[in-house]
């Protein structure tokens, strides 16, 4: 997990601090936690920094992107109503909560995966296929830091 965050780091670094080597100075290491502060506020900033679009290229990717965000809202926020269910049972959890709990996590994960392959085919008519691979490598490394961070919020089912 920590070479896929040092990678994160590194890829996001290089992209977003190519003016500050211009000028000579070093990219910033950041912690997770650093990278989830700057994801939650500005994503879209991030992927826009970190894609190299032409304005053609931009004109078409721009409302895909906004419809993946839209349309990955659902299995997310039902991934965040099983976890805040799971803190609410205070490590109280009966078997059959458990249980539940872990299918709405297992279903939202399927939900996510369904979305990003269906993502990337429609990126693939807009965009070449590098850049396609690009952005979907972006945003996974994304989601990556927030569930990290998420999962070291969360203690173990007792």
Same mark, same amino acid.
Do not use: C
């Given at each position: 997990m920590?070479t896929?965050?040092c ?5 996001l670094?290089?992209? !977003? ?8 100075? $070093?990219?910033?290491?950041l912690?997770s936690?650093?990278?989830? !502060?700057?994801i939650? +506020?500005?994503?879209?900033? *991030?992927? +826009? ?10 004109k ?7 419809d993946?965000?839209r ?8 991934y $965040?109503?099983?976890?805040l ?16 709990i872990?299918?709405?996590?297992? $279903? !939202? ?9 269906k ?12 850049? !396609?691979?690009?952005y979907?490598? *972006? ?12 999962a070291?919020? *969360?203690?173990?089912?007792?």
């Open positions: 920590k896929l965050l990678a994160l780091g590194f890829v670094a290089l992209s !977003a601090a190519v003016p500050a080597r211009a000028q000579g100075q $070093t990219a910033p290491q912690t936690a650093e990278w989830l !502060a700057r939650q +506020a500005d994503k879209k900033g *991030i992927v +826009a920094r970190s894609m190299d679009l032409t304005a053609d290229e931009a078409k990717f721009w409302p895909l992107y906004e993946f965000q349309e990955l809202a659902v299995p997310q926020s039902a $965040t109503r099983a976890v269910d799971y803190v609410a049972a205070d490590g109280k959890l009966t078997d059959a909560n458990a249980k539940r872990s299918e709405q996590v297992l $279903t !939202a994960a399927r939900d996510d995966a369904r979305l990003h392959e993502h990337f085919r429609q990126l693939l008519k807009v965009l070449p296929a590098h850049k !396609a691979a690009r979907m490598q *972006i945003e996974n490394k994304m989601q990556a830091v927030v569930r990290y961070e998420s070291k919020a *969360i203690p173990l089912v007792q």
